[in-house]
């Protein structure tokens, strides 16, 4: 019975890597979908999460998709939404597997942005103006979000309508980001604050650190050795 057993586990699981090589979405093999652009080289696995509205979706070369990540932009699928591409996710990008990345108006995911698993990014928001009327009905309000090339965005984090993050931000995990961050920010927490910035006067710093040191007559060094 054991060895039996064994030989059926053994050849689910042999069917099954069979099954996600050849479900996994490419370039060569996009499996029915119609992608706006998909790069050289890019690989979405399988199994994949929701993907509607891909012809508003571009894919940079060589970027590669976690299995259960959802990519889509509209409400539902087959929508007419103008046109111009409305997800566009750079080239060298790594995205953990069971995020979403839903789309309404304009996301912009730089090049050679690694994302955790189940990060979940949208320009999307109900709106509760109307007091009475379901939030679900009433028309949901849009806002751009950008992420720099050379971002890390942690496992769990949540990117809100009108987040942009400058080139090489950190996110930590489970932080729930929405607002301007520059270049070299590290976010962290609900709501997501600035934890580390970058200046090549003082390298990665906590905020305030720099205030300090210009405000301070001597700078930083003179301080610390002081101390
Ligand atoms: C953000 C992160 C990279 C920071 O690491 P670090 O550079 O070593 O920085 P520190 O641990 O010194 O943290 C810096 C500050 O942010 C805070 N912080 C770090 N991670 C945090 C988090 N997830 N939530 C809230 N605050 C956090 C720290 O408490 C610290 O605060 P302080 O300045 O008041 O002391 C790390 O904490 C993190 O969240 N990594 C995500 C890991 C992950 O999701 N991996 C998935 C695989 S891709």
């Given at each position: 019975?054991?060895?039996?057993?064994?030989?059926v586990g053994?050849?689910?699981?042999?069917?099954?890597?069979?099954?996600?090589?050849?479900?996994?979405?490419?370039?060569?093999?996009?499996?029915g979908?119609r992608?706006?652009?998909?790069?050289?080289?890019?690989?979405?696995?399988?199994?994949?999460?929701a993907?509607?509205?891909?012809?508003y979706?571009?894919?940079?070369?060589?970027?590669?998709?976690?299995?259960?990540?959802?990519?889509s932009?509209?409400m539902?699928?087959?929508?007419?939404?103008?046109?111009?591409?409305?997800?566009?996710?750079?080239g060298?990008?790594?995205?953990?597997r069971?995020?979403?990345?839903?789309?309404?108006?304009?996301?912009?995911?730089?090049?050679?942005?690694?994302?955790?698993p189940?990060?979940?990014?949208?320009?999307?928001?109900?709106?509760?103006?109307?007091?009475?009327?379901?939030?679900?009905?009433?028309?949901?309000?849009?806002?751009?979000?950008?992420?720099?090339?050379?971002?890390?965005?942690?496992?769990?984090?949540?990117?809100?309508p009108?987040?942009r993050?400058?080139?090489q931000?950190?996110?930590?995990g489970?932080?729930?980001?929405?607002?301007?961050?520059?270049?070299?920010?590290?976010?962290?927490?609900?709501?997501?604050?600035?934890?580390?910035?970058?200046?090549?006067?003082l390298?990665?710093?906590?905020?305030?650190?720099l205030?300090?040191?210009r405000?301070?007559?001597?700078?930083?060094?003179?301080?610390?050795s002081?101390?």
């Amino acid at each position: 019975m054991s060895l039996v057993r064994r030989a059926v586990g053994a050849l689910i699981h042999r069917a099954y890597g069979a099954i996600r090589r050849a479900g996994a979405i490419t370039p060569a093999a996009p499996a029915g979908y119609r992608f706006g652009r998909i790069g050289d080289g890019v690989s979405i696995a399988f199994p994949p999460g929701a993907i509607f509205g891909e012809r508003y979706i571009e894919i940079g070369d060589h970027t590669l998709i976690g299995e259960r990540v959802s990519l889509s932009c509209g409400m539902g699928p087959g929508l007419d939404l103008g046109p111009d591409s409305i997800l566009r996710i750079g080239g060298g990008c790594s995205i953990g597997r069971g995020s979403h990345v839903v789309a309404h108006q304009s996301i912009d995911v730089g090049d050679d942005v690694f994302t955790g698993p189940y990060v979940y990014i949208t320009d999307q928001n109900h709106v509760y103006d109307d007091p009475d009327v379901p939030i679900g009905r009433q028309w949901p309000r849009n806002s751009p979000v950008s992420i720099g090339s050379g971002s890390w965005i942690g496992a769990g984090a949540i990117i809100l309508p009108g987040t942009r993050l400058g080139r090489q931000c950190v996110v930590a995990g489970g932080a729930v980001v929405r607002g301007e961050f520059p270049d070299h920010s590290v976010v962290a927490g609900v709501p997501a604050k600035l934890v580390r910035g970058y200046t090549s006067e003082l390298g990665w710093h906590a905020p305030g650190a720099l205030l300090a040191h210009r405000a301070r007559p001597g700078g930083w060094t003179e301080q610390a050795s002081a101390g």
